[in-house]
Antibody, heavy 121, light 108 residues
Framework: EVQLLDSGGGLGQPGGSLRLSCAAS????????MAWVRQAPGKGLEWVST????????YYADSVKGRFTISRDNSKNTLFLQMNSLRVEDTAVYYC??????????????WGQGTLVTVSS | EIVLTQSPATLSLSPGERATLSCRAS??????LAWYQQRPGQAPRLLIY???NRATGIPARFSGSGSGTDFTLTISSLEPEDFAVYYC??????????FGQGTKVEIK
């Protein structure tokens, strides 16, 4: 059974940093592209970033480009999102999501439970 | 960036009724469109991909249709667990992958 366990959320200061993690199990992590998708309180879904299976290709939404960095450690079956220069509008539940292919298809067959990031002074 | 517009915003129906949800794209996405269901307090779940294909384990009462700019998600007979928010998403022209704003299916 695929399991994705998101962690690392919490309260961040405007201009500050947070690092999210997603621990994966139940599948061969290194064979699949992964992504982060966020949802602001009471709002819809917003794609944030995608990384290919080996980490060689990364993509970002314009809203986070230059501030967030997606990465993965295939030896530890873990996905990361380094979030710098945080803004109030980054407040959201962040979900890690599994793509069904080694390169991104943009379809997400499995999701973590989400981790809440609140940016406030 | 491709904008997806879903309608209606809210659909009020009774269990057993048929639900028809619409998603319109600002430009053609061919059939590169997915539908997700999100129940309160839960992560989204993939229902339909490539406009018409049901994801693994999705009941047959869920079906998708359409191509180009106009798409429909149909739930043939609503079960109690189907009352949720539904999102469409395109992967035709990315980045970014974009989602619609959602349609809430509520109990009448």
């Amino acid at each position: 059974e695929v399991q994705l366990l998101d962690s690392g959320g919490g309260l961040g200061q405007p201009g500050g940093s947070l690092r999210l993690s997603c621990a994966a199990s139940g599948f061969v992590f290194s064979n699949y592209a992964m992504a982060w998708v966020r949802q602001a309180p009471g709002k819809g879904l917003e794609w944030v970033s995608t990384i290919s299976s080996r980490g060689g290709s990364t993509y970002y939404a314009d809203s986070v480009k230059g501030r967030f960095t997606i990465s993965r450690d295939n030896s530890k079956n873990t996905l990361f999102l380094q979030m710098n220069s945080l803004r109030v509008e980054d407040t959201a539940v962040y979900y890690c999501a599994k793509d069904p292919y080694y390169e991104s298809t943009g379809y997400y067959t499995d999701w973590g439970q989400g981790t809440l990031v609140t940016v406030s002074s | 960036e491709i904008v997806l517009t879903q309608s209606p915003a809210t659909l009020s129906l009774s269990p057993g009724e048929r639900a028809t949800l619409s998603c319109r794209a600002s430009q053609s996405v061919s059939t590169y469109l997915a539908w997700y269901q999100q129940r309160p307090g839960q992560a989204p779940r993939l229902l339909i991909y490539d406009a018409t294909n049901r994801a693994t384990g999705i009941p047959a009462r869920f079906s998708g249709s359409g191509s180009g700019t106009d798409f429909t998600l149909t739930i043939s007979s609503l079960e109690p667990e189907d009352f949720a928010v539904y999102y469409c998403q395109q992967r035709s022209d990315w980045p970014p992958f974009t989602f619609g704003q959602g349609t809430k299916v509520e109990i009448k």
